[in-house]
Every structure is written in C-alpha cells, then in structure tokens.
C-alpha cells in the first residue's frame, strides 16, 4: 500500500472528462489530508488494433496525443501552489485493465462515474464497474462536479 519512500499510492485514472476531473480532484484533497502520493494514469487503446483488418494508425501519434492530454489535465486541474506529491504516467491498453493492475498495492483507487464512453444514459460507468468489482483496492467512484466547481448535493469535498 506504499510508495518506495513509504507514503501511501493513490490511484486515479484520469481521461479528460467532467467525472475525470472532478476524481483527479479528490484524489488531491485525499492525499492532502493523509500525505498520500497520487498515480495519475491516463490509458489510450487503439480501436480495432486487435482484429486483421484494423485501419492503420500511428501508434506513436496516438501516445504522445495521451501523454498531451493528461499533461493538459494535470495543469487545468492542479493549482499553482499544490505540493500534493504527484507522479503520472500514460499507459497502453483496455482502461479497466489498466486501472484494475495499478490498483495492486494502493491505498485507493479512484475513478469517475463516466469516462469519456459512449453510453451516457448509463448510470455507472463500465469502467468504474469493473474497476468496483476487480480492483485488490478500495474504490472511490466521483461524480462530475456541478458547474460551478463544487461537488454534487449530498457529497462531502
């Protein structure tokens, strides 16, 4: 559940959605409180990749187009005097997989009720629900913050 220096690992799987967003945040406030480390991970996949008749792609764009958006995320979320000890990483895979290995040895792992899937109606994300009922963690599943930056009725920042 520790870090090699022996601080607590926070898990957060970050993807550029509201939901991602608002994880990432407390994620940060958790590890403010307990001096935790927070692992934000950001997963990419190449669609098709796996089947012979899969489109070309540049896996190489597809990287460094991840490695990008997380840096961009990390810096819209994180405030200029956050000393939160924060290491990140962008990974190559199917989310919940990626999320779920991560989670191995963590304090929590901490995922957005909705990613950036296409099934918006659904209540809880396919994800966080394999993350829920797979992780050898704790799972903290945030809901998107209202628009004002707050989180929704009933949660507690």
Same mark, same amino acid.
Request: aromatic residues 4%; proline residues 7%; contains cysteine.
């Given at each position: 559940?520790?870090?090699? +220096?022996?601080?607590?690992? %926070?898990?957060?799987? #970050?993807? !550029?959605? /509201? &939901?991602?967003h608002a994880a990432l945040r407390w994620a940060l406030r958790h590890a403010r409180r307990t001096g935790a480390t ?24 597809d990287e460094e187009q991840a490695r990008r958006s997380l840096s961009e995320e990390l810096q819209a979320v994180l405030?200029?005097? +956050?000393?939160?000890?924060? %290491?990140?990483?962008? #990974?190559? !895979?199917? /989310? &919940? ?61």
């Amino acid at each position: 559940m520790s870090t090699s +220096d022996g601080t607590s690992r %926070v898990v957060v799987g #970050v993807d !550029g959605s /509201p &939901a991602s967003h608002a994880a990432l945040r407390w994620a940060l406030r958790h590890a403010r409180r307990t001096g935790a480390t927070v692992h934000a991970v950001g997963v990419y996949d190449l669609p098709g990749a796996e089947g012979w008749s899969a489109p070309a792609v540049d896996v190489l764009f597809d990287e460094e187009q991840a490695r990008r958006s997380l840096s961009e995320e990390l810096q819209a979320v994180l405030g200029p005097d +956050d000393d939160v000890p924060l %290491v990140h990483h962008v #990974v190559r !895979g199917n /989310p &919940a997989q990626v999320l779920i290995d991560e989670s191995d040895g963590a304090e929590l792992l901490v995922v957005g009720s909705r990613g950036r899937g296409g099934f918006t109606s659904l209540l809880l994300g396919s994800v966080s629900q394999q993350c829920a009922a797979h992780a050898s963690c704790p799972v903290v599943i945030v809901r998107p913050e209202t628009a004002d930056g707050t989180p929704p009725a009933g949660d507690t920042p």
